[in-house]
């Protein structure tokens, strides 16, 4: 007991480290904006008589401009300091409060791990980074609520927090009526009584303020930016994006905006009833951000704090709400999802469907389910040692015999895959040095008497068939090859797709190394060689363009070669697991062929692949250190699989264990 309690001391202290790194980072962030123009970003006239909306950029509620106007009055840099310290203790206080919300009974291992690891999450996730610019008060409101709800004492006291939460967002009233339909009628009464008085009082200070956020943009829609922008992460902002107008948009808006709070305010009070107060709480703000008028992405950390929520019955299956949350509120949307037309709509409101997915689809478990302590539990083989004895086979690696879910693959490899285009993209690209060594692989290359690519790529550029073919080649089967043996690995053979993702992973990962150190100038952007780019075309290396590739990708990205790595990494699992010699003649002939189109096309030199093969080569290389022989991972594959148990048999467990 005192080791574990040790380590989970010591890495406690480390997150609490981590996240007050980030919350340095961010203020670094924010405190670089000169005084002048963070005190614009305000966007509030200096003096007290003036109109909040007059330039169009206010977008809080009259009684919030109440509130923020006189802070205007103190030295732009001691606001800046103090405004960004104040927001992310706010942020810190929100991760302290919602993980003492957390359901009983808490695993000690969570109850102290959790608040480090929220407040972490939340510092890097997209709603705090632009909540920490000046005028956003959207952390204030998620910390009245949470105190109201959980830490203060007293039904007025938490009535006054939540009603004052609502005058500053005004669709946070949604949580009177979960209040009134879980049994705390004082509270509510106090919310709905404390908003009407802040809502009174800016009428009466600002009055014509207030005519025009309330009646003239009803509600403060349009105020900020056109209420179609990407930043309104609103049902009424989506609907707006997908092209409808007037009042048909109107009245679809209306419908749908009653549909999801009565849904969502459904499942938030069957839950609190459940003993998920928290996950309510989480519920009721994604509905309040989503059918308000305008919900702006700074205010969406409601989602964030969903992940309290528990989804699916198998242990394997846990990770992945959580870490479709993490991910959507962390990365940009692009990174998520691939730049194509027809993924737009899903793409320029992912905030909005995670909103709305923990609001009103994702089947959160109820306590009283026999999964909600003991999921169906993982299968994992048994421990088999690598082949060097000196490398024994690390503890972190379990095989997993089960399939992995679906959806945490793809999110894993569509996020991965990003992550190596943005990395790949922002290596050196210095033109000099990229030229430089490529003279310096030619000359290696003739010393060796491998230098063939001026031989072939004449070759091919005087047989057009052959050209064709090649070109082909090049372009269309990069991506499609490694993308079908994984998804048939998969499918079929779900032991050998985690030793296949693995070391394919692990190649790509290397190879990014080699992009970073050595840049390099492939044959058809070294001036003066006579090689001819025969995929994109005649190159003016005087001015290069590279092609329309040049915008997304690095074209001095050549070492490794990838096009070469990946193909032969197909080549090789194909021949282990194809069951017929002549698949198993395709997977080896495909690198092959690779390596022809790499080298004709003036794409890549021949030292560029043996670089490939490098990589592929440590990439498996390093799986079998890990996990040991691939052999043995098959027989502890085909080992029984214990049957998952019956809910009738968990429930009477789970019974006993609270008894």
Known sequence: MGGDSGRLGAARLLLWALAGVLAVRQAAVVLRVPPGEWLSGFHLPGALPGSLYDAGQFTGTPFAGLVLKPFLGLAAPSLEVAWTCVTLLFVAAVGLVAARGLPDPVPRRTALLAAPVLVGLMMVSLPVREAASPGQTAVLPVLLVLLAVFRVPGERASGFLLGFAAALQPALLLFAPLLWLTGRRPTARAAAVTFAAATALSWAALPRDSWTYWVHHLAGTGLGGAPGGLANQSVHGALLRFGLSGPVEVLLYVVLAAGIAWLGLRRAVRYARDGQLLLAVAITGCVAVAVAPTGWRHQLLWVLLAVAGKVGRRAADRPVWPVAVVLA???????????????????????????????????????????????????????????????PLMPFWRRVLSRPNLLLELLLIRVGYSMYSHIRAAAPTSRSLAEGNGSQIHGIERALGIDIEHAVNQAVVNTPWLEKFFNFYYTSFHFVVPLTILAVLY????????????????????????????PLAPPRLMPGLGFIDTVHGPQDLAHPQYGAMTAISNQYAAMPSLHFGWSLWCGIVIVVLAPKAWQKLLGALHPLITVCAIVATANHWVLDAVGGAVVVSAGFGLVYVLSGPRGAVQAAAGAAVPKPREPERVGAAATRSRA
């Open 491 to 518: 499918w079929r053979r779900p032991g050998d797709y985690r030793w296949a993702r693995a070391s394919l992973g692990l190649a790509t990962l290397l190879a990014l190394v080699g992009f970073w150190l050595y």
């Open 329 to 391: 509120m962390t990365l940009p949307s692009d990174v998520l999802l691939p730049n194509l037309a027809a993924l737009a709509p899903v793409r320029d409101n992912v905030l909005l469907l995670a909103a709305l997915a923990a609001a009103c689809a994702v089947p959160f478990l109820p306590r009283s389910s026999p999964y909600w302590r003991e999921p169906v539990p993982t299968a994992y083989g048994r421990p088999a040692a690598a082949r060097w004895s000196r490398v």
